[in-house]
């Protein structure tokens, strides 16, 4: 049997997806390209914007014309949040919500008992299935320890459709990363839909600090990175525990949404702006060469040109490396949606493309601080022309070329110049020998 499967959304999707998939190939389903003949498909949805819902039912068409004899299989954030929206849809064969990769399998296979399975995750504690993944091409396994979230920021469906936060135990959690470092991964991404949610819904609970001090102590991975903490979790027993710890890489994304404090209290966020360059300052403090990324929505129901002046203001003003720019997008359901206020379309992108050239500028900048130095790099696929890319442990992106395979190795690259997006540089070492020694074995 031959599956396909489309993944759309965020990096817990594609998540979700490789766990999917790797439960389908050893039940011995053949994986193959969304375009081409399948018996199944399967849309890994997403719900965040309306768009992503159109999105979601025309990938069900677009299957349904590719194999009108395929069965075509909902899951992800849309088929939990609004299974009776998918199910009408004639294309549509099974809607299975998250948390059921039993379910889920059952419906691939055509065992299904029902042809709509959706548990209410805010009442029912749906399990996490833990193995961590690595992304097709890359080197680091994502392991995530944390589902759903009980915040309720006012722009985001996330608490409906995944359901209220819940936790992997942290004995589970050291586990997995023993089998990982088994399977020769040597980073690994501890990710979650609001991992600052960590460990509260656990009997007894247990504190995100704990569980990171236990990851230091204990883990034989040697490159830990953090997906994202809201500011407000991020205590200063967690700086001090990263920064204390070789195996923690100096680079934190926090999410600041907004750089302007009625903006934020509309969004529900929990923190101001103030608050926000605190922690960014105390981060740096201990670790100067870190980098922190954030992410911004632009447009925001209400968001004045006098506030979005003010947050390009703010984020210029902060030492940060990165940003991820989201132009807001309408998601019915939200209470943002009934704000008034609506920013135009074409003002949207008019801010967005601000923010975004805020955000090269600051890239750059903190990619040239580098120049010179050298850098520990986990190098991920080599290429055919010789050239190889990876991460640095402070998150720049560094293309070398190597004339053996050095993939998953970790070598000291000397930094020469930035390119784009990207830092170009020479292998000077290899895990401890030296690169022309490297070079002749
Ligand atoms: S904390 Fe994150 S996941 Fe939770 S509601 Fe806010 S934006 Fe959504």
Redesign the pocket.
Same mark, same amino acid.
Request: net charge negative; hydrophobic share 35%; proline share 17%.
């Given at each position: 049997m031959r599956f396909a499967i489309a993944t759309l959304g965020c990096k817990v999707n594609q998540y979700d997806s490789a766990m999917i998939e790797s439960r389908l190939a050893a039940r011995g389903l053949i994986r193959c390209e969304f375009d081409q003949p399948a018996d199944v498909y399967i849309v890994n949805t997403c719900t965040v914007t309306d768009r992503a819902d159109s999105e979601s039912l025309r990938l069900a068409r677009r299957a349904r014309r590719l194999n009108p004899k395929a069965r075509v299989v909902m899951t992800g954030c849309f088929a939990q949040a609004n299974p009776a929206a998918l199910s009408r849809a004639h294309e549509v064969d099974a809607v299975v919500g998250l948390a059921r990769p039993d379910d889920l399998e059952r419906a691939v296979i055509g065992d299904a008992p029902e042809r709509v399975m959706v548990s209410n995750l805010r009442k029912v504690r749906g399990e996490i299935e833990l193995k961590g993944v690595a992304m097709e091409g890359q080197t680091r396994a994502f392991l995530k320890l944390q589902e759903g979230?009980d915040?309720?920021?006012s722009?985001?469906i996330? #608490?409906v459709s995944r359901g209220a936060s819940r936790s992997v135990e942290p004995r589970r959690v050291i586990d997995a990363l023993d089998q990982l470092h088994e399977r020769g991964f040597k980073e690994v991404i501890l990710s979650g839909?609001?991992l600052g949610g960590y460990g509260r819904d656990l009997d007894p609970p247990v504190e995100l600090a704990h569980l990171l001090e236990m990851v230091a102590e204990r883990s034989p991975i040697g490159r830990i990175r953090i997906s994202s903490l809201?500011p407000e979790e991020l205590s200063d027993g967690i700086i001090a525990i990263i920064t204390s710890s070789e195996k923690f890489c100096p680079h934190l994304h926090l #999410?600041l949404q907004a750089g302007e404090d009625r903006v934020l209290g509309a969004m529900r966020r929990r923190y101001d702006t103030a608050f926000y360059r605190d922690r960014v300052e105390r981060v740096l403090e201990a670790m100067p060469d870190a980098a922190i990324g954030t992410d911004l929505i632009v447009g925001f129901p209400g968001e004045s040109a006098e506030e979005f002046a003010a947050s390009i203001k703010f984020v210029e003003s902060l030492p940060l490396a990165y940003l991820h720019v989201f132009p807001y997008a309408v998601r019915a359901g939200t209470t943002a949606a009934k704000i008034p206020g609506k920013v135009s379309p074409a003002e949207i992108k008019r801010r967005a493309a601000a923010m975004r050239r805020v955000g090269e500028r600051k890239r750059t900048l903190f990619m040239e601080r580098f120049i010179g130095q050298t850098l520990k790099v986990l190098l991920e696929e080599q290429r055919q022309d010789g050239g190889i890319g990876g991460y640095s442990r402070n998150y720049v992106r560094v293309l070398t070329r190597s004339p053996s395979d050095l993939s998953n190795q970790e070598v000291e690259v000397e930094a020469s110049f930035v390119e784009g997006a990207q830092m170009v540089g020479q292998i000077v070492s290899v895990q401890g020998r030296d690169a022309a020694r490297a070079e002749a074995n």
């Open positions: 979230c915040q309720f920021c722009f985001c996330v #608490p839909v609001h809201d #999410p």
